[in-house]
């Protein structure tokens, strides 16, 4: 019996792994859909001088996890996670436009359109369940397309919000090494220890109910503003 037992149990862990390195291949910085291209607004932020350093950047980085990652961006991914576990057309819709709503400048908004049209067609090229059928809806929210491929490379919420979260501080970090500069080792240790925060995080954004959902963040907002029309830059937000 337990012989007969073992391929079960050995096709789950197969399972569970395939999910792992979906995940991985989801986050990854080669995606082509022009992650390194931004750097929401931190570009402008060290012409400024609110940037200046690692501790400044690490301020940065960690305030907007506690805000608008941990009361916005992680709130509204579960509830695309969910319809897109339900086959919600309608509420991945609604889900997906509220979050493009609150995107308070126009980069913002336009990288999280742009950024969705990408990995939409990736994800119909890589034929994930519901792709194409929701492509309008994927092409308009980045955060939508991931929940769909998560749902259809049956990775499970936690472990999709760990790598959501991941793949925007490895963004930003590495765009920040670029900027200030930081060495690349100042950098990874910087990434090291602001990921520490992320379970906290994650964990913090599922108490949020419905009508709490929301951030604002002035100086986010303020410098993605000032750097539409900064004279020259290298990032596209």
């Known amino acids: 019996m337990a012989t007969m037992g073992m391929p079960k149990r050995t096709l789950t862990t197969i399972e569970m792994n395939t999910s792992l390195l979906k995940l991985m291949q989801l986050i990854s ?39 608008s990652i941990a009361k916005l961006d992680l709130p509204v991914l579960q509830r695309l996670y969910d319809a897109a576990e339900a086959g919600d057309g309608a509420a991945l819709e609604k889900w997906s436009q509220f979050l493009l709503a609150s995107r308070e400048t126009s980069e913002l908004r336009q990288e999280e359109i742009n950024r969705g049209r990408a990995l939409a067609s990736l994800l119909i090229a890589l034929d994930v369940p519901h792709a194409k059928q929701w492509q309008p809806i994927l092409a308009s929210c980045q955060a939508a397309a991931f929940a769909t491929a998560s749902i259809g490379w049956a990775i499970n919420y936690r472990d999709a919000a760990y790598g959501y979260v991941w793949s925007w501080l490895e963004n930003l970090v590495l765009a920040a090494v670029k900027i200030i500069p930081l060495g690349q080792t100042r950098g990874q240790q910087l990434l090291y220890t602001i990921a520490e925060n992320i379970p906290d995080v994650v964990a913090s954004s599922l108490e949020i109910a419905d009508d709490m959902i929301g951030a604002s963040n002035p100086a986010l907002a303020i410098i993605s503003s000032r750097h539409e029309t900064q004279y020259t830059r290298l990032f596209r937000s």
Do not use: K
């Not at 910085?29 to 931190?42: E, M």
């Not at 402008?44 to 400044?56: H, K, M, R």
């Open 29 to 67: 910085p080669s995606l082509p859909i022009g992650s390194f291209t931004y750097s929401q607004g931190i570009e402008y932020a060290v012409e400024c001088g609110w940037i200046n350093s690692d501790d400044t950047l690490q301020r940065w980085l960690e305030d907007q996890m506690l805000t």
